[in-house]
């Protein structure tokens, strides 16, 4: 069965320092991985996604992951963070399955961002 | 603005009673998805519609129920209420019929509160 796990659950960083947002997978066919961030009493948006080719994915709003395969891990990274950052994080696994698809999400990664 | 809107924004209900949410997608979306954000399980895939067809299940309550109609908008009905139920429900839309490379838009949500 495929699942995610976001290891923190919050993570608080200074203004203008860099942030990693840690996701593992595990999944025992491809995946298609997904990062979205969700502002306080709003929906989600799309970060960004890796279906295939290189593995750095560029996102919006400064945002970028890497995916690693030997390491079933797909973790969101800024260099320089903004207030504005501060929202959760939900990284997501999408895999195939007899002739549909699985969507399933970590439990979230809160950023608080600090002056 | 996503341009997805999701009617009413705020329910509350009580235990055993049934209730229907409205989402109505971006216009020339013909995929509706939704999803539910709970304390308990987190962020979870539910059910996906295109042009009026189930395309994809996720961890969808045999009490829970959607359909797309032919204009496009989309309803949960959340039947035999439980107070477990009380969550945000999120929908979500896209162009196409899911593919990988579609992006979704969600609405800000409907917020149930089972008493």
């Known amino acids: 069965a495929q699942s995610v796990t976001q290891l923190d659950s919050q993570v608080p960083v200074f203004e203008e320092a860099p942030v990693e947002l840690r996701c593992n997978y595990s999944s025992s066919v491809s995946v298609y991985l997904f990062w979205y961030v969700q502002y306080p009493n709003q929906g989600l948006q799309l970060l960004l996604k890796y279906l295939s080719g290189s593995t750095l994915v560029k996102g919006i709003n400064g945002f970028e992951a890497e995916f690693n395969k030997s390491q079933t891990s797909f973790h969101l990274r800024k260099p320089s963070v903004h207030i504005s950052d501060t929202a959760e994080y939900f990284c997501a696994v999408r895999t195939p399955t007899s002739g549909t698809y699985k969507y399933i999400f970590g439990t979230g990664t809160r950023l608080k961002v600090l002056a | 603005d996503s341009g997805v809107t999701q009617t009413p924004k705020h329910l509350i209900t009580a235990t055993g009673q049934r209730v229907t949410l409205r989402c109505s997608p971006r216009s020339g979306d013909l995929s509706v998805y939704w999803y539910q954000q709970s304390l308990d399980q987190g962020l979870q895939f539910l059910i996906h519609y295109y042009n009026g067809e189930e395309r994809a299940k996720g961890n969808i309550l045999e009490r829970f129920s959607a359909q797309q109609f032919p204009d496009l908008h989309s309803e949960l009905n959340l039947s035999s209420l439980e107070l477990g139920d009380s969550a945000l429900y999120f929908c979500?839309?896209?162009?196409?019929?899911?593919?990988?490379?579609?992006?979704?838009?969600f609405g800000p949500g409907t917020r149930l509160l089972v008493l």
């Open positions: 979500a839309s896209s162009v196409g019929g899911g593919q990988l490379q579609e992006t979704q838009y």
